[in-house]
């Protein structure tokens, strides 16, 4: 069970605090899912590295019952001038597993070649998100933490991630988060739609897309009503 | 022992154990790469530092004035020491931007990434400090350490010393930019008032009394009555500076935790 409870998240600005959103409230049970949609720059990102706890809420509280990832192809912790290897070994240093059996898979995802074992810096964006999806594979976790935009690569990458995640680990519990309704209609079970700070509950996903579009062209009186 | 995470103390000692391990061994690679002589250079690069102001202060002739100690020992205990004290520091500095993407890792804390920059440096001062030493002790440069102990003793405080401080100036940068401005001018100008150049006894009584606040002078003082014993006259508090490294380790650890709150993307 993951549950967040309350939660804001205010950043200091030149122009003062800005409260990014206001006592969110949201729980998801092991092996079910959930998708955050929500404009650009309506808080989907802060939301992900607040459940990963790389932050930590201003007020509220968040509570991990179940193993959670890192934001799922995130590439962004990897020492540059560290290879693919090396980078495999410190993730499997901090979580306490035998990195050797995991290698064959690595290498086999990431179809780096002998460029597994040279600095990333060498790398280019999709090899460096081919690694970094493959990290994430390689650990096991009770619930995924996916930003959509974060995996991007071609055709043939999507569909193996969809077959490592959504086949492989559909017993699984995970977070989309998505600016893209069509994502989220695909692989979520039920969704809901940061906005202005406040995050709006639906009894299924296709109220939540509705609701999504009106905020879209911004119609006042639609979001009153789904008000909590 | 039940804690906040629902963890016992050992199963958390235990995981705090491999992300340190994880991370010493990245910032090995990351900081020396594998080119050349790679890790060795943790031990080089103070070593090379160290013979540079041996050799800058015997040819100055920095100890002279009939005072009974050999010169390379006087450099090489003084140069040392300001090594223990300040390099933690300013490798911590640094630390939580460079290390901010590790966070996702829920297991990875600030204070893993200190603790990891802290044990590296004092590892690479106490392993260029004997190397040196033993070196200049075989070819006849310097004597024989008078009293290992009292040695030991000094060092462990200044790596004490050494460790709070990086503490509480590394977290210091979540909070204002102007902890990391401002390090690099005090530390330059303790260095020479750091007792690293001098023996206290050296100095008129007025100027001892000064000294004496510094908490790092009472390290070398006590390394250095260790190595030569009474052939100089030192003067230090180890209660005194006990409790200075006891109040920096303090708020450092607050330091720390408030920072961890602050880390923002």
Not at chain 2, 113 to 119: E, G, K, N, S, Y
Request: hydrophobic share 50%; net charge positive; charged share 15%.
């Amino acid at each position: 069970m993951l549950s967040v409870e309350h939660v804001s998240k205010t950043y200091e600005t030149r122009h003062g605090p800005y409260k990014v959103f206001d006592n969110v409230s949201f729980a998801l049970r092991r092996g079910r899912n959930l998708g955050i949609l929500g404009r650009n720059g309506a808080g989907k990102s802060t939301m992900i590295r607040l459940i990963s706890g790389a932050e930590r809420p201003t007020t509220g509280r968040i509570r991990r019952g179940m193993r959670i990832s890192w934001p799922l192809a995130f590439a962004g912790a990897f020492a540059h001038n560290l290879t693919g290897l090396d980078n495999l070994k410190f993730v499997c240093r901090v979580y306490g597993i035998d990195y050797k059996p995991l290698v064959p898979f690595v290498e086999d995802f990431t179809e780096l070649g002998t460029f597994f074992r040279e600095p990333v810096m060498h790398y280019s964006h999709g090899m460096m998100t081919r690694l970094a999806f493959a990290l994430s594979m390689a650990i096991e976790f009770d619930c995924f933490l996916i930003d959509e935009a974060m995996i991007v690569g071609d055709v043939r990458f999507h569909e193996r991630c969809h077959y490592e995640l959504f086949q492989k680990r559909k017993d699984r519990a995970f977070i989309l988060v998505s600016h893209d309704v069509n994502a989220i209609k695909t692989y979520c079970e039920n969704a809901v739609v940061l906005h202005e700070g406040r995050l709006f509950a639906f009894p299924n996903v296709d109220a939540a897309y509705t609701f999504y579009l009106q905020t879209l062209v911004e119609k006042p009186e639609v979001i009153e009503q789904w008000r909590m | 022992m039940a804690t906040i995470s629902g963890l016992s103390f050992f199963q958390s000692l235990e995981i705090q154990g491999r992300v340190l391990h994880a991370l010493m061994m990245r910032e090995l690679i990351t900081r020396f790469g594998r080119d050349n002589l790679g890790v060795l250079w943790l031990v080089g690069e103070p070593m090379i530092f160290t013979l540079g102001v041996t050799t800058l202060w015997s040819a100055a002739g920095l100890a002279h004035g009939g005072t009974g100690i050999p010169i390379v020992a006087f450099a090489v205990t003084g140069y040392s020491s300001v090594l223990m004290w300040r390099n933690a520091t300013s490798h911590c500095i640094g630390g939580i931007e460079q290390n901010k993407p590790l966070l996702f890792h829920r297991s990875v804390l600030i204070i893993d990434v200190f603790l990891t920059r802290i044990a590296l440096e004092i590892i690479g001062a106490t392993s260029s400090f004997i190397v040196l030493s033993l070196f200049f002790i075989f070819i006849g440069w310097m004597p024989v350490p008078n009293n290992l102990l009292i040695v030991l003793a000094g060092w462990i405080m200044l790596a004490w010393l050494g460790a709070s401080l990086a503490l509480l100036v590394g977290a210091g940068t979540a909070f204002s930019h102007l902890v990391h401005r401002l390090w690099h001018p005090v530390s330059y100008l303790l260095f020479p008032m750091s007792g690293a150049a001098f023996m206290v006894e050296w100095l008129p009584k007025r100027l001892q009394d000064v000294v004496l606040y510094l908490p790092m002078v009472h390290g070398v003082e006590l390394l250095r009555h260790g190595y030569f014993g009474n052939v100089v006259r030192t003067h230090y508090d180890i209660g005194y500076m006990a409790k200075c490294c006891l109040v920096l380790t303090l708020c450092g650890l607050y330091a720390v935790r408030e920072a961890s709150r602050r880390v923002e993307f």
